[in-house]
């Protein structure tokens, strides 16, 4: 039997990408030359492409794999490691600038407040916003989603309204529209791809009709890895009327994003999948929705005034960020992006895809695989999901992890396309541009293993 994907046959595509690493990041290790002389035979590697999964100049930035020696992490698609300028930076302001932002006139608090404004400026540049106050910090990607849900729901929606969707939502963009839609008495609409992924011209032109108010749509599938068209999709939003919001978890740390070129009203992601700390979101929205948008939670700090009987809202962003603010999570967050911007998203997005290309057909070339999503890597975004004939993603990772392996299984957060794509669980692996080769063989290595116990081989 041969290898196998969803109704298709493996990739055969040979890839052009750029050289991963600039040569003043590092330089060549000692190498295999024979493995490299293996990898470069597929058509599907370029030579030195081949020769740079072989080499890593980033995994040294990251203290984890100092700390856990031979971890084989594959799973940066649920967290991403953070390098040791964003751990020193979150303890530095707690040594050294540790006091509560916006409360206080003395030194330490204008510095913590400071501090914030800097990230915020950062994570505005880092998406192509101009305006660093339409920048929203919350606790991650799905609080930013429930805001935004909640808040432009109130705003926008009436009874016989279309909320617009696709299937491949992880939950965070599927159950907020859900329960708004309920509330509202709005409906609910899907938009389907086929089997690999890709979302046809004639769904989204069918699917965003004239009774559409929010299109909300992920940039990237955290299961399939696959990129939406997003300007094609925000543009027939705008054509209905209809505003346009992006989940950019997925996207954000592999790709550039500049939400004018999108043509997004609304984009959200986390911190901790862009190599910050976890418990930090973000939101961006136009001026205008800010502006128009109520609240989502409501206390300190985000008032102008208050009497007995009613409020005053503060001005954006304050108005949407309730409460005392997590100013070295948010400070961590800068300096990570500052990491990002050092390394060079151009080289993050060549080492990655050759990283992908390189884990797709390893995997599509065992027999016992079958691989769900597009057959052309270079469609994914650190990103494939997959299942072993007969033996449930949990055992696989169970006894990966006794190999030091780390996947995913379940899922993840994305029930509705697992359900459509027939199954209830697959395992995902995922890269960042801080993995390599080993990583990957590692992990075949260990599917063989796996393998072998519930076959009888070993």
């Known amino acids: 039997m041969g290898p196998r994907t969803q109704n298709a046959a ?28 293996q990898l470069t035979a597929s058509p599907r590697l370029s030579a030195e492409e081949a020769a740079n999964i072989q080499i890593n100049p980033y995994k040294a930035d990251f203290p984890l794999f100092a700390a856990k020696p031979g971890t084989f992490f594959l799973d940066s698609a649920a967290t991403a490691q953070r390098p040791a300028c964003v751990l020193e930076a979150q303890e530095k302001f707690y040594e050294s600038t540790n006091a509560n932002p916006l409360r206080g006139l003395y030194e330490l608090s204008v510095e913590a407040t400071e501090a914030i404004d800097a990230a915020r400026a950062k994570v505005a540049r880092f998406i192509g916003a101009d305006d660093p106050r339409e920048i929203i910090f919350t606790r991650n990607t799905t609080e930013s989603l429930n805001l935004t849900a909640r808040s432009l729901g109130d705003l926008l929606l009436r009874p016989g309204d279309e909320v617009v969707i696709t299937v491949m939502e992880h939950h965070s963009n599927l159950i907020p529209w ?27 032109a ?33 054509e209905q009327g209809a505003v346009c919001i992006v989940d950019a978890a997925q996207s954000a740390p592999h790709m550039r994003i500049d939400v004018k070129e999108l043509g997004c009203d609304v984009l959200a992601f986390s911190a901790h999948k862009v190599f910050g700390p976890m418990g930090i979101g973000v939101l961006w929205a136009k001026m205008d929705l ?22 005053v809202w503060a001005p954006v962003p304050e108005k949407f960020e309730a409460g005392t603010q997590d100013a070295a999570g948010i400070h961590a967050t800068g300096v990570a992006l500052d990491y990002v911007d050092a390394v060079g998203m151009d080289a993050i997005q060549a080492r990655e895809q050759a990283l992908v290309t390189y884990l797709y057909n390893r995997l599509a070339s065992l027999p016992y695989v079958t691989i769900y ?15 072993l004939d007969g033996i449930h993603p949990h055992d696989v990772s169970s006894l990966l992890d006794t190999k030091h392996v780390c996947i995913r299984a379940g899922h993840h957060c994305a029930q509705p396309l697992l359900l459509r794509l027939g199954v209830d669980n697959t395992n995902r692996a995922s890269v960042a541009f801080y993995n390599d080769k080993s990583d990957i063989d590692a992990l075949v290595d260990g599917l063989d293993f796996v393998w072998g116990i519930f076959n009888g081989s070993r």
């Not at 595509?13 to 295999?32: I, N, W």
């Not at 509202?184 to 004639?202: F, I, N, R, T, W």
């Not at 999503?373 to 994914?380: D, E, I, L, M, S």
């Open 290 to 311: 800010l502006e128009a948008m109520p609240p989502f939670l409501t206390g300190g700090e985000m008032i102008d005034s208050v009497t007995e009987t009613e409020a």
């Open 373 to 387: 999503g597009p057959t052309n890597p270079v469609k994914r975004h650190g990103v494939v999901a997959f299942n």
């Open 178 to 204: 859900q329960q708004i839609c309920r509330a509202a008495h709005a409906k609910l609409v899907y938009m389907y791809p086929d089997q690999e992924g890709h979302l046809s011209d004639q769904e989204i």
């Open 10 to 37: 493996p990739a055969q595509d040979a890839l052009t990408y750029a050289t991963a690493c600039d040569s003043s990041v590092g330089s060549r290790g000692p190498g295999d030359l024979a493995e490299t002389a």
């Open 206 to 238: 069918e699917k965003i009709g004239p009774r559409a108010r929010i299109v909300s749509v992920a940039h990237v599938s955290n299961v399939l890895g696959i990129e939406n068209p997003v300007k094609k999709i925000a543009e027939r939003a705008h």
